[in-house]
C-alpha cells in the first residue's frame, strides 16, 4: 500500500488482502467513514466464524470493506483477509489521521 499526496509517496506500508473467494474488491473508492475501533464479526470461506472485537484505526471505503488495523496478524504482504485490507496497527493509525473522509482509495493487483 502507498499513500499519495499530489501524486507524490509519503507512507507505504505490506498489507494484506482478501483470500480467493473472499476477494478484496477492486476500482477506485473513498473513505466513506471512520471509525476509532468497530468490532467485526463474519464468516470466512473456509466456514471459519470470527468476531474481533475493538479492530483499530477502520477506514470504510466500500460497503462492508475497510483499510483497518490487524493486531492480530504476524505478517503482512499476502493475501489472508476476508476481504479487507488489513496492516500494521501503526500503519493503520498513520493513515487513519492522515486520511481524511473522502479520501480516494484504488485498490488494484
Same mark, same amino acid.
Given at each position: 500500500?502507498?499513500? +499519495?499526496?499530489?501524486?507524490?509517496?509519503?507512507?507505504?506500508?505490506?498489507?494484506?488482502?482478501?483470500?480467493?473467494?473472499?476477494?478484496?474488491?477492486?476500482?477506485?473508492?473513498?473513505?466513506?467513514?471512520?471509525?476509532?475501533? =468497530?468490532? =467485526?464479526?463474519?464468516?470466512?470461506?473456509?466456514?471459519?466464524?470470527?468476531?474481533?472485537?475493538?479492530?483499530?484505526?477502520? =477506514? +470504510?471505503?466500500?460497503?462492508?470493506?475497510? +483499510?483497518?488495523?490487524?493486531?492480530?496478524?504476524?505478517?503482512?504482504?499476502?493475501?489472508?483477509?476476508?476481504?479487507?485490507?488489513? =496492516?500494521?496497527?501503526?500503519?493503520?493509525?498513520?493513515?487513519?489521521?492522515?486520511?481524511?473522509?473522502?479520501?480516494?482509495?484504488?485498490?488494484?493487483?
Amino acid at each position: 500500500m502507498t499513500a +499519495l499526496d499530489n501524486g507524490l509517496p509519503v507512507f507505504g506500508s505490506l498489507v494484506a488482502t482478501g483470500v480467493r473467494g473472499a476477494d478484496t474488491p477492486t476500482g477506485d473508492f473513498l473513505v466513506r467513514a471512520k471509525l476509532p475501533k =468497530m468490532d =467485526m464479526r463474519g464468516t470466512t470461506v473456509t466456514g471459519y466464524h470470527y468476531d474481533i472485537p475493538d479492530v483499530p484505526w477502520v =477506514m +470504510l471505503f466500500d460497503e462492508d470493506y475497510a +483499510l483497518h488495523g490487524a493486531p492480530w496478524r504476524p505478517t503482512f504482504g499476502f493475501a489472508q483477509s476476508n476481504g479487507c485490507v488489513t =496492516m500494521p496497527v501503526a500503519a493503520a493509525k498513520f493513515l487513519y489521521d492522515w486520511a481524511p473522509r473522502g479520501t480516494p482509495v484504488r485498490v488494484h493487483y
